[in-house]
């Protein structure tokens, strides 16, 4: 019997498209939310055809982000898809949506309107600059969010434009906050009965990631700047070479790790050098310290230099990519890649479910599914629809 799921008595009606929104409603559905995902009835969610790889014309992404979730069919343009949408709501713990600021209240869905409904009702909600202010209204994608939030600026190499990282950060993270902002307003409707708005802006949760980015200017006058592979004045914390070719990432810039970086180098006395004693002096030595590592790695092969580093208590490692990570002991002993069954595709492996809890784990239960998958276990058999109904409901587009 499988253990059961902490929130496998919630349930979350996702409206939204694309990544901000259905990344929070794939968080709370890793942990056993039944997530009733609503689609247009003619595309469906976007995610189901974006992805950089397309084996058989199927998108990659899309059984990931839709993991766990149910799918059904409305257009939401339409009085009866509103409606149908009003019914699912009345009887559910979350709305999630991250359409732009408006766009649910011209279709009679507003929070206000819902709460007369559902008095208990979280309504969590992803945007590019949040529900209020001057630019609520404006387009906002991840890219801008991440750009305004502070983390565009700072990421890629000093002579060059600000890079990205090759993910979707700044939706994920304004997903991450949403999901956090859910569970939390959860934990206050038990103690109240009512439900609550969650306005997460997608800017505003990369923002909170700057450490002490905003003070350091404002108190101290200092400008963060880009800097490539190393952080100002910590050091040594790189990405150094080794004698067959690979790239190995130290970090021993706390100054008990330093001293046993020294002793696995066979160089013991660079601990007590005035010019690498302390954090420091190293960070003003920074360029001569990675010289002389570099110098050093790079006389030695990738798996000896890992294991002299480990058995010396110094934080080390490979640079990984999928395969890396496929074959990984370590992966596979915490279980952090699952294996599932794709109807079309066969084995389809992809990331575990983070964080792990030790007596109510979450769990991936099956890959996204096919669009409008589930109106009949929905519509007829949660809302009570007949054939009929259900019928002319298709007949006229609606689902």
């Known amino acids: 019997m499988s253990t059961p799921l902490p929130l496998d008595d919630v349930r979350v009606v996702e ?14 559905g890793d942990f056993g939310a039944e997530v009733i995902k609503v689609e247009d009835p003619g ?4 995610m ?41 709501i009345a009887g559910s713990d979350v709305l999630i949506e991250n359409f732009r600021p408006g766009t649910l ?22 945007s590019g600059f949040g529900q209020t202010g001057p630019y609520a209204e404006r387009a906002g994608y991840g890219s ?8 565009r600026y700072v990421t890629g190499d000093p002579d060059r434009a600000p890079s990205r990282a090759g993910i979707s950060l700044g939706d994920s993270l304004a997903a991450t906050f949403a999901c956090l902002g859910t569970l939390v307003a959860l934990h206050q409707r038990s103690r109240t009965g009512r439900g609550q708005l969650v306005d997460s802006a997608i800017y505003e949760a990369v923002l909170a990631m700057m450490e002490s980015l905003v003070p350091e200017y404002q108190v101290a006058g200092y400008q963060r700047e880009r800097t490539g592979t190393t952080l100002p004045n910590v050091a040594p914390s790189n990405v150094y070479p080794t004698a067959d070719g690979e790239m190995i990432l130290i970090a021993a810039n706390q100054d008990t790790v330093f001293r046993r970086l020294a002793e696995a180098m066979g160089r013991p006395e660079l601990a007590d050098d005035e010019r690498y004693a302390t954090h420091g002096a ?9 010289d002389l590592i570099a110098a050093w790695s790079g006389t030695v092969k990738a798996d000896e230099l890992l294991d002299r580093l480990n058995q010396h208590g110094v934080p080390a490692g490979r640079i990984y990519r999928a395969k890396d990570m496929l074959t990984d002991p370590h ?8 294996r599932l069954l794709h109807p079309e595709l066969g084995e389809f492996a992809m990331h575990n479910v983070v964080p792990k809890l030790s007596g109510t784990p979450g769990r ?8 409008g998958e589930h109106n009949d276990l929905i519509y007829r058999d949660l809302l009570g629809l007949g054939d009929s109904e259900l019928d002319s409901l298709r007949a006229a587009g609606v689902i």
């Open 15 to 28: 409206l939204g498209q694309l990544l901000a929104g259905p990344f929070c409603g794939q968080l709370l």
């Open 43 to 46: 595309r469906g969610d976007p």
């Open 48 to 88: 189901r055809q974006w992805g950089r790889e397309r084996p058989y014309g199927k998108s990659l992404w899309w059984p990931v982000v839709a993991r766990n979730k149910l799918s059904v069919t409305a257009d939401l343009r339409s009085e009866d898809g509103q409606d149908l949408v009003r019914r699912l």
């Open 105 to 126: 209240e011209r279709w009679g869905l507003g929070p206000e309107r819902l709460w007369e409904l559902n008095p208990g009702l979280i309504v969590t909600r992803v």
């Open 144 to 151: 801008i969010g991440e750009a305004m939030g502070g983390i």
């Open 282 to 290: 190293r960070g003003s030595s920074m360029a001569e310290l990675d």
């Open 331 to 338: 992966f596979k002993a915490r279980e952090a890649i699952v």
């Open 364 to 371: 991936v239960r099956h890959v996204g599914p096919a669009l």
